[in-house]
């Protein structure tokens, strides 16, 4: 089992930046992947952007060129800087840490972009 403890989010205008951060109380280099989901009010939660253990990195189409996801092993935290940021990049960001096909979650932070 991993805690996992999302920071950065916040209020941002249209255009701005910001970049969240995903403490894990353990060596994320023990999971196979780990994630940053998204959830607006009324919808799914959907994958925003993934990086494997290798490094390896996949995003939603509706990020890509605008989202990095990084890692940092020896301080347990992923990182998604988040630039370009639209009104529909408002939602609840989650961290997730997939071990083996099991998933851990982090509580969440609030991203609020107003246009």
């Known amino acids: 089992q991993v805690q996992l403890v999302e920071s950065g989010g916040g209020l941002v205008q249209a255009g701005g930046s910001l970049r969240l951060s995903c403490a894990a109380s353990?060596?994320?280099?023990?999971?196979?992947?780990m994630g940053w989901y998204r959830q607006a009010p009324g919808n799914q939660r959907e994958l925003v952007a993934r990086?494997?253990?290798?490094?390896?990195?996949n995003y939603a189409d509706s990020v890509k060129d605008r989202f990095t996801i990084s890692r940092d092993n020896a301080k347990n935290t992923v990182y998604l800087q988040m630039n370009s940021l639209k009104a529909e990049d408002t939602a609840v960001y989650y961290c997730?840490?997939?071990?083996?096909?099991?998933?851990?979650w982090g509580q969440g932070t609030q991203v609020t972009v107003s246009s």
């Open positions: 997730n840490a997939d071990l083996r096909g099991v998933g851990s």
């Open positions: 353990r060596s994320i280099f023990l999971f196979n992947a």
């Open positions: 990086i494997t253990s290798g490094g390896s990195t």
